[in-house]
């Protein structure tokens, strides 16, 4: 089972990788990366709100509270800022 998690991992950060590279470039795929980029990192913020609330159970430290909601944080703004559009880098 760990070897899944870890699978699933890599791609996961593939993705984030691959589609941060293609929304920060002129190409016509930079919109649309963008978009993706922006829906993925929400659905990791999501998941830090689950991981907050699962958090208050017996037996866990205030350390993971405070990690799931900084995580919650960096992953919204990142969102955002990937969604921002940016000046065209054309020479006239």
């Not at 991981?51 to 992953?75: D, M, R, T």
Request: include cysteine; glycine fraction near 12%.
């Amino acid at each position: 089972m760990p070897i899944i998690l870890i699978i699933l991992l890599a791609l996961l950060i593939t993705a984030l990788v691959v589609l941060a590279m293609l929304s920060g470039g002129s190409s016509p795929l930079a919109g649309p990366a963008g978009i993706l980029l922006a829906l993925l990192l929400w659905l990791m913020a999501l998941f830090c709100v689950y991981g907050f609330l699962a958090s208050f159970e017996p037996g866990n430290s205030v350390g993971f509270k405070i990690g799931y909601a900084l995580g919650f944080v960096v992953l919204v703004v990142l969102g955002i800022l990937s969604l921002r559009s940016r000046p065209s880098s054309g020479t006239s």
